[in-house]
């Protein structure tokens, strides 16, 4: 697997806004990543040094949509923690 093709987007909210001051990022991943995988694409892409990198499964929530009721596809999320005094400078605006 590519490593740009493991991470495929940053997870933007307040909470990982508030995670991000603490030095942990958030992504939305491939699939079939691994934490070994995820950290060595946020080494390679952002040259860093992931300490740790932690993966949830996010399940899909109910929705309707007029009377038909359905899922929202499910999808995996890893919060990557750097080394401390490290950011990645695409999330800080630079």
């Known amino acids: 697997m590519q ?3 493991i991470l495929i987007e940053p997870v933007l909210s307040e909470k990982t806004n508030v995670l991000r001051e603490k030095g942990k990022y958030v992504f939305r991943v491939d699939p079939r990543a691994t934490k ?3 950290k060595e694409a946020v080494r390679r ?3 860093v040094h992931p300490v ?3 993966i949830i499964n ?3 929530k109910p929705k309707r949509l007029r ?3 359905g899922y929202t596809s499910a999808w995996k ?3 990557v923690s750097l080394a401390k005094g490290e ?3 695409v999330f800080e605006g630079a």
Do not use: P, W
Request: proline share 0%.
């Open 3 to 5: 490593y740009d093709s």
């Open 36 to 38: 070994i995988q995820v």
């Open 45 to 47: 892409l952002f040259e």
């Open 52 to 54: 740790s990198c932690a």
């Open 58 to 60: 996010v399940k899909g």
């Open 67 to 69: 009377s038909r009721a």
């Open 77 to 79: 999320k890893a919060v």
């Open 87 to 89: 950011t990645i400078k």
